[in-house]
Every structure is written in C-alpha cells, then in structure tokens.
C-alpha cells in the first residue's frame, strides 16, 4: 500500500498494528501535506460484519470525544475495496510502553503521565464510553510530552443497545486485563480504573503487579493473587500514591476506587503537593465542604472539608498546555468583565438568568469552570457561602430523554456535595421540587451552570415539560441558570413550540468574543514569565498566528515555549507545530460557516473588499470574532481559507 492514495490521504509507511487492525503514517494532500494515521480493518476481517461494527464503533466513540487527552479522528471512510478506515492525528513521540525503564520513572513524572491518562478516561468515562485495552502501547506522546490515549477498539458504550461483542468472549490485553474481564464478566468503567492502576504501578517500579509464564497463568494471578506491595520496590513513594494504587487494584468492582474522577481527585492533590510542598500554598475550602453551609442545611448534609490548591505551574513547566477547560483559576486569564457582569447577576435580590453565546474554541466552557470555582466566587460574591453551584456539560448528554437529563442534575448535585447529601428524593421533577425547597429553607441559592445546552434544546426526545418546569423552578424560588450555546437557545430549538417557550425570556444574552488587547498581551505575557521563558517580546507573532481568540494564543504560545532560541527558524518551527494543531478547528469553522458568511472570508482572505449584499454576514463574523478592525482575525487562518479554496474559482466568481 506504501505510495497509494487513499481518499485524500498517500501512505507514506506502516507503523503498525494489532489483532484486527492496521497502521500507517499517511499525508493528507488537501491540508498542507498535514500527517495523519490511518488505521485499516485488516483485510481478512472487512467481510466479518461484526468486526465492521467493532471498527465503526470504536471510530464514532472517540470522534464524539473533544479532550487533549484524547486522540483526534479526522475522517471516517471506507477504500473501492470495501476496507474500513479511520483518519486520526499523527503522534511522533512514541508510547509510554518505549519511556517505561526497567528501574520504572521518577514520582513526579509517572503521577503527571497518570493524570493526564485520568484527565482523558474521565471525560470519556462521562460520555459513557469506556476503553477496556488502556495499556502503555496504547499512550502516545505528542507535541511538548501531553499523553493521547489511542486505540479505543474495544471501547464500550454503556448506551449502546445491542451488544457487538459475543457474549463471554474475552477481549483485552492480559498483564491489563481487570479480574472481570479476566472471568469474561460485564465490565464497567472501573475495568479502566484498574488498567490505569497497573499502568500507574508499572511506572513506577518498572514492572507490572502480576505475572504468569503463560495467559492462563497470567489470568489467575490476577483473579486470584495479591501484587507486591508498591512501598516494598519502591523508596520514599508517598503513602497516598501506593495508597491509590491499592484502591485501583481491589480485585472486587463495587470495593475498587469508584470512578476516574476520584482517581483524578487523588492525583492532582499529590501532584500540586509535590510542586508546593514547602511554598504554603494558600488553600480554600469548598462551598459546597463548608460548616456554614452544612449548618444552614440542617442536618441534610454531612460536612466535609475538602481543601483547593490553585498551584502555579513550576518553573520550565509549559504554562499553555490546559486549553479545552481551564479548571486552575491560577492558569485562568481574562474576561474579568464578563464574570463581573455574571455575578452581578447572580447576587441580585433574586439571581437572574444568563444565555452565554459564542462560537467553539472562544473560551464558554472556561468561563462556566471560573464562576464554579470558590476562588472567583470568594472575590466577586460578598457572601459566597450563601449560594450552590451545579457544574454540567450537557455534551455528555446528548439525545437522551428527560429522565436521564434529571438524573444527571441529581448526580451533580451530590458531586458538588461529594456524596454527603443526605436528601435522597425521587430523582424526578418532584424530586428536584423537594430539593430546591430545602435549600431554599436554608438561606442558599442554586446555580445550574450548564453548558452546550443547545444539546438539550436540539433534543426531540425534551417536551415543552422541561422547559415549563424549570421556568417555574426560576420564577419561586432562588434558582438561576448560566448555560453557553453556539448561538442563542431560541434558534436552536428542533421545533417552534420549543423556541416559543417562556422559559428562554428569562434570560440575558452575553456574547462571548475575542479578549481584548490588553487580555491577548497578559496571557502573552504573564503565564511565560512566571515559568521562567518570557514571550511578551513575541506578541506581534502570536497574534498573527492566533488572533485574539484564547484557544489560539495558548497554542501559538504553547509552541513557542516549547522551542528554544527566539530567531526566524524558531518562529518557522513554531508556526509549523500550530497548523498542525489548528487546521482542524479551521476546517470546523469553515465547515460550519453559511454560503454567505464563506464568500465574506473568502473576500477577506484575499485582500478583497466583500459584497454589499454580504454586509450582514460581515456584521456576525465581526461579532463572532472571526472579523477583526475589517480583517480575518488571524494570518494564518486567512492562508488557510485561501489554500482551500485554492481549486474552487467558479465559486469564488459567483459569492465572492
């Protein structure tokens, strides 16, 4: 196959390949030569329909997957031959199977590798996908050592209504397998959980915990026997870290640590201890771990104090790596305005209701993570113990039915609470009625923060119930909601009746757009200094790169920062590492763009004035911020468009 085309793509080598699939280093000539793995039924299995829809499900379960973590799938496609292919990101920097020495890494290394591994299972595990084959081999390092799980080939989605797999068969790498799947029992997530902790156990002492001369004995150890403890090989580990990996190895599910977010819990807090151990870090405690909180609810929930360290990256660390959802207000910049104007809101006698509307990648999820956070509440909320926040993504949720939706609110709800509420209703509209009522009792305000909620308003399986309901919820009690939404909620409903609802009156819209100058030039400049390689001497290249949306400053940073010398060779490099990462956010906005809004970037792209009968699609790009001071918001962005639209003049001669 080496020198074929296939779709658009020309195979350049193979780099590998497993049982039922294989993988080549490809080209995509129709984006700037830009490298891409393609992975390959194999022939022998492409008349097999059940190892078709094995392929095809591992190829939709990631591509619903929008994580850093997370590899990223181009295109799905079938050849002339009938053989199925996934197009996916191409990573050079190996696997973790080819770091992992044989004394194991050094503490702080194997805890950041294992929490970016969690940062992408949890979000996986969130959209009720599942790996069940996590292994070293099946980690990658890519650009500036961030980890991408690949190979979800096995995955499992706990939506799915038809089992493909027969029932009984055993799938899964055996020094990983979980006892369950040893026993070829039904997994869950927590079969993950367990691969992770031996993973985690493997770095660090440069072994796996179980070992056999054949499978069969391999299976039974770990069915049947009990790894050397970790404190034994390794000196000076943490007791929370061999403490953790315990808990990941409890050959019994419903005694194993319960979910990839408590895993991650765990290892961040022994992450920033390492970092800050001696610095006093300051700490806070949670609203929802707060005594006042537990004493304004009567009994209803047991305190937990629960202690936030917002640490600061250490020095040489990349400070632009975490851009999907900043979670770390210590890592946050910007939009002090808008959360200004947000919790100005909220703290009115009765808090108000906030539509937050922007395009992809502009930064609304992060907003959402900064006003869940009690950092930003302690500053902006004069008595932030009177209000409980709810923290969704309605992402994971998409196209499920109202009860699902309810019982989501309900898990969040005991999330925020760590488990410790007490109240135990129906999870139904009562239900939540019968809560809402006891916080109201207390003194406390609830926040649902909900984000892509044109998830929910797209829904055709949500009624006019839902909407009726939660209008009423806002109308009598303290309740308010905080939702982002490409566009605003009304033009997004699947039917009229839906958009006519009264319950999208009782929200204020808030366009989310590009940062200002000054906001571009401290992310520029504040993150880099404070890690020791100040870029503020680079602006003007930045902003060529990313123009002023977040997203693209932090990667046109992130690889700056990752190269050494500040000359025209680093700012060639550093220009190349970007495309690499923003051509398929540019193919995603162009995609989505209207015929008209396209002839518009088009005519900018090409230093043309656009047509007057385009000067409303001009007036929404510009609030969108794909149009800055009558320019594209980006250089680069501009060379894109014109390269692909390079072979398409007849239509440029009819919209441009």
Request: net charge neutral; hydrophobic share 40%; glycine share 6%.
């Amino acid at each position: 196959m080496i020198g074929t085309l296939v779709s658009h793509y020309r195979i350049l080598e193979k780099i590998g390949g497993g049982g039922m699939a294989e993988v080549y280093k490809a080209e995509d000539v129709n984006l700037f030569n830009r490298l891409v793995a393609l992975k390959f039924l194999k022939a022998n299995l492409a008349v097999i329909t059940e190892e078709k829809q094995r392929f095809m499900q591992e190829a939709q379960a990631i591509s619903t997957l929008d994580h850093g973590n997370i590899c990223t799938i181009y295109e799905i496609g079938e050849t002339d031959e009938g053989r199925m292919f996934i197009a996916m990101a191409y990573y050079d920097g190996g696997s973790l199977k080819e770091r992992i020495k044989p004394e194991g890494l050094p503490v702080p290394e194997a805890i950041d590798i294992a929490t970016q591994i969690a940062q992408g299972l949890a979000k996986a595990h969130e959209r009720g996908i599942m790996h069940r084959d996590l292994k070293p081999a099946n980690v990658m390092f890519g650009a500036e050592s961030v980890m991408k799980i690949v190979d979800f080939g096995l995955a499992k989605l706990t939506n799915l209504h038809e089992r493909i797999t027969q029932t009984g068969a055993t799938m899964g790498t055996p020094a990983y397998m979980s006892p369950e799947q040893a026993r070829s029992l039904d997994v869950d997530h927590r079969t993950d959980v367990w691969s992770l902790g031996v993973i985690l156990y493997e770095m660090l002492s440069g072994r796996v915990p179980f070992h056999g001369e054949y499978n069969a004995a391999l299976m039974y150890a770990i069915v049947h026997e009990e790894p050397e403890p970790l404190q034994t090989l390794v000196a000076d580990l943490p007791p929370k870290l061999f403490e953790l990996v315990a808990s990941m190895l409890v050959k019994e599910p419903a005694k194993r640590c319960s979910s990839m977010n408590e895993v991650l819990l765990e290892l961040r807090e022994l992450k920033n201890k390492l970092v800050n151990e001696g610095e006093g870090a300051e700490t806070v405690v949670l609203p929802s771990g707060n005594p006042e909180v537990a004493k304004r609810l009567s009994g209803l929930v047991e305190a937990t104090l629960v202690c936030v360290d917002p640490r600061l990256p250490a020095a040489g660390e990349n400070p632009y790596l975490n851009r999907l959802r900043i979670d770390n207000p210590s890592e946050f910049y910007g939009r002090n305005a808008e959360l200004s104007r947000i919790y100005e809101r909220i703290k009115a006698g009765r808090p108000q209701s906030i539509s937050l509307v922007g395009v992809r990648r502009i930064g609304k999820s992060s907003v959402l993570s900064a006003l869940h956070h009690p950092l930003h509440r302690k500053k902006y909320l004069p008595t932030p113990q009177e209000y409980v926040f709810l923290l969704m993504d309605f992402q994971e949720k998409r196209n499920t039915e109202a009860a699902d939706l309810l019982q989501y609110i309900f898990g969040a709800l005991q999330n925020e609470f760590h488990g410790r509420l007490k109240l135990k209703p129906k999870p139904d509209y009562e239900g939540l009625k019968e809560v809402v009522h006891a916080f109201q009792d207390a003194g406390l305000k609830l926040i649902f923060l909900w984000d892509e909620f044109e998830c929910v308003t797209r829904n055709p399986k949500i009624g006019a119930e839902f909407y009726a309901y939660f209008r009423a919820l806002a109308n009598n009690f303290n309740v308010a909601y905080i939702t982002t939404s490409s566009a605003q909620l009304q033009s997004l409903c699947h039917t009229k009746e839906i958009a006519d609802s009264p319950f999208f009156n009782i929200f204020t819209n808030l366009h989310l757009g590009p940062f200002k100058p000054e906001e571009a030039q401290q992310l520029i400049a504040a993150p880099s200094s404070r890690a020791g390689k100040p870029l503020a001497a680079h602006a003007e290249f930045v902003l060529e790169l990313g123009g002023r949306f977040p997203f693209f400053i932090q990667m046109a940073c992130s690889a700056l920062f990752s190269l050494n010398g500040s000359d025209k060779a680093a700012h060639k490099k550093a220009k190349e590492i970007f495309l690499e990462e923003a051509k398929p956010h540019f193919q995603e906005y162009w995609e989505r763009f209207d015929e008209s809004q396209k002839a518009v970037v088009v005519a900018l792209a090409r230093n043309k004035k656009p047509r007057r009968e385009h000067a409303f699609a001009m007036k929404d790009l510009a609030q969108a911020g794909f149009v800055l001071n009558g320019k594209l918001f980006s250089g680069v962005f501009a060379e894109f468009v014109r390269e692909a639209t390079r072979s398409t003049s007849s239509w440029w001669k009819a919209w441009g």
